[in-house]
């Protein structure tokens, strides 16, 4: 598969803005992955699926992500000039990043056999600026999956033909994979509540029925 270095270049040469960083991957792993920026993210999906060498025709896997706002520590090559001499090192730096929801796509080419790209993309926050280009007009496979990450993390896809809950009911409130989210004590679906559940519905019994 094309090496990430040049699907950068590739993609800013064909989508004009376009913003794509390439995200290494410190596990065992070792998947690095491209983010790309909202505004751009369909035009540049499209680039991916119709380009003939690369033909990402099929979106295996989307999931969401909910991060913190996180202290991120890099490694980066720093030259110093010593008595005329100039050598290279090594320095960390920490730089802040702010909390998002993120969106995972796996793209893979079943034309020509290759995959995955994991691409990328982020929201502005996790309260007020949580939508993002649905990817589903590229590649219909993204459609439930889009609205499974709508359901349990809040990110609003724009463009999305059938935007709505795949897991809760309508009317559920919050979204049960944000890692602030708190249960509640009884659920309107539980008329009968048991084990873990009832425990925390007890809070609400009068004492005469808690005591029986």
């Not at 290759?114 to 590229?138: E, F, I, W, Y």
């Not at 709508?150 to 809950?165: A, E």
């Amino acid at each position: 598969m094309i090496a990430l270095e040049e699907l950068k270049s590739r993609i800013a040469a064909a989508v004009s803005g376009a913003q794509v960083e390439i995200i290494p991957n410190p596990s065992l792993a070792n998947q690095p992955s491209i983010l790309l920026d909202g505004p751009h993210a369909r035009a540049v999906a499209r680039f991916l699926r119709d380009e003939p060498d690369l033909a990402f025709d099929y979106a295996s896997n989307v999931t969401g992500v909910d991060w913190p706002e996180r202290v991120i520590k890099e490694k980066i090559k720093v030259k110093k000039e010593t008595g005329g001499v100039v050598s290279e090192t090594e320095e960390t730096i920490e730089r802040k990043t702010p909390a998002c929801l993120e969106v995972v796509y796996h793209l893979y080419s079943m034309a020509l056999r290759h995959g995955p790209l994991v691409v990328r993309l982020r929201t502005g926050d996790r309260q007020n600026d949580v939508a993002l280009p649905s990817l589903t007009p590229v590649w219909r496979s993204c459609e439930f999956q889009e609205r499974e990450v709508f359901d349990l993390f809040g990110v609003i896809f724009q463009g999305h033909h059938d935007l709505r809950r795949l897991l809760m009911w309508e009317g559920f409130k919050d979204h049960p994979m944000r890692k602030d989210y708190v249960a509640p004590d009884d659920y309107e679906y539980e008329p009968t509540p048991h084990d873990q559940t009832l425990e925390r519905a007890r809070r609400h019994y009068p004492q005469e029925a808690a005591q029986s």
